[in-house]
C-alpha cells in the first residue's frame, strides 16, 4: 500500500520541530497511562480472535467517545496478528495525531470524512484489501455522539469486511469538554472491555436500518462495559440520550 497523504499545506519549520519533540512525549504519556490501567474484564474477545484466526480484515468501531481505550485494546492485538488501521484528518492538527498513533504501530490514512470522503473512502478501501483493519468511530468526527452515519454501513457493505463493535468503561476517568465527551481512563483505573458479534453487511441491505441495528449494538455494549465497572458517565451530546 502506498504511504499516506501528508498534510493538505506543509507544516511551517517551526511547527515540524515542535511535532518532533511533542509527539514522542505524548506517546509516552498514552503508553504510561494504558499500562497503569487494570483491564479486569473483557467480554467477547473470543469474537475478535475468530477473525483474527481466519485472517480476515475487520472494521473494529466503538462510539467516539469510548475510544481511548478501545484503540489501546487494539493496538495490543497487533501481537495476536491484528493490524489496526486510523482514518487522521490531513490538517495540522491532524498531523500530531498521525504521528502519535503510527509511532505506536498503527497504519495511518489520512483523509476526512467531511472533507476529503472520497478519497478517505478509497484509502480505507484498499488497506482493508491489504489485510489493515481500519478502527471506526460511526459517531464522528462532529456527532451528533451515539448516532451511527451511513457512511461505515456503505464502507462495509462495499468491502465485505465485518464491523466488530465494542466499547470500554472505567471506574475512574476524565472526560472532556467536546460534543462527545470523551472519556480517558485515571492512572491505576479498573476498566471493562466489551466486543460484540461481528456484524456483516450483504448487498442489497437496508443502510439506515442497518445503522440502527449497529448504533444499538454499541449503546447494549457500552451499557454493559459501565455497568461491569459501576460507571455512569455524561453522555455525548445527541437530541435524545441513551437509557442506562
Same mark, same amino acid.
Given at each position: 500500500m502506498k504511504p499516506s497523504a501528508p498534510p493538505e499545506t506543509p507544516l511551517p519549520r517551526?511547527?515540524?520541530?515542535?511535532?518532533?519533540?511533542?509527539?514522542? *512525549? *505524548?506517546?509516552?504519556?498514552a503508553r504510561a497511562l494504558l499500562a497503569s490501567c487494570r483491564i479486569e474484564r473483557v467480554d467477547g474477545d473470543a469474537h475478535l480472535a475468530t477473525l483474527l484466526e481466519?485472517?480476515?480484515?475487520?472494521?473494529?468501531c466503538?462510539?467516539?467517545? @469510548? *475510544?481511548?481505550?478501545?484503540?489501546?485494546?487494539?493496538?495490543?492485538?497487533?501481537?495476536?496478528? *491484528?493490524?489496526?488501521?486510523?482514518?487522521?484528518? &490531513?490538517?495540522h492538527d491532524g498531523e500530531l495525531v498521525a504521528r502519535v498513533v503510527a509511532g505506536m504501530g498503527a497504519t495511518i490514512?489520512?483523509?476526512?470524512?467531511?472533507?476529503t470522503g472520497a478519497r478517505a473512502l478509497r484509502e480505507m478501501y484498499g488497506c482493508i484489501r491489504e489485510g489493515v483493519s481500519p478502527v471506526i468511530h460511526p459517531d464522528g468526527p462532529h456527532g451528533p455522539a451515539g448516532r451511527v452515519?451511513?457512511?461505515?454501513?456503505m464502507l462495509a457493505q462495499m468491502t465485505r469486511a465485518p464491523l466488530l463493535p465494542m466499547a470500554f468503561s472505567a471506574d475512574r476517568y476524565w472526560q472532556l469538554g467536546s460534543w462527545d465527551r470523551v472519556m480517558i481512563p485515571k492512572p491505576f483505573a479498573r476498566v471493562a472491555v466489551t466486543i460484540g458479534a461481528p456484524l456483516s453487511i450483504a448487498r442489497g441491505d437496508d443502510i439506515?436500518?442497518?445503522?440502527?441495528?449497529?448504533?444499538? @449494538?454499541?449503546?447494549?455494549l457500552t451499557v454493559a462495559?459501565?455497568?461491569?465497572?459501576?460507571?455512569? &458517565?455524561?453522555?455525548g451530546r445527541r437530541q435524545s440520550t441513551r437509557k442506562q
Open positions: 517551526t511547527t515540524r520541530l515542535w511535532m518532533t519533540l511533542v509527539a514522542p *512525549l *505524548l506517546r509516552w504519556v481466519a485472517d480476515q480484515a475487520m472494521l473494529p466503538c462510539w467516539h467517545q @469510548r *475510544l481511548s481505550v478501545s484503540v489501546g485494546y487494539l493496538l495490543r492485538a497487533r501481537t495476536r496478528g *491484528l493490524r489496526p488501521g486510523f482514518l487522521v484528518s &490531513p490538517s490514512l489520512r483523509g476526512s470524512a467531511t472533507r452515519k451511513t457512511g461505515t454501513i439506515e436500518a442497518r445503522a440502527v441495528e449497529l448504533g444499538e @449494538r454499541l449503546d447494549a462495559a459501565d455497568r461491569h465497572v459501576g460507571a455512569s &458517565p455524561q453522555p
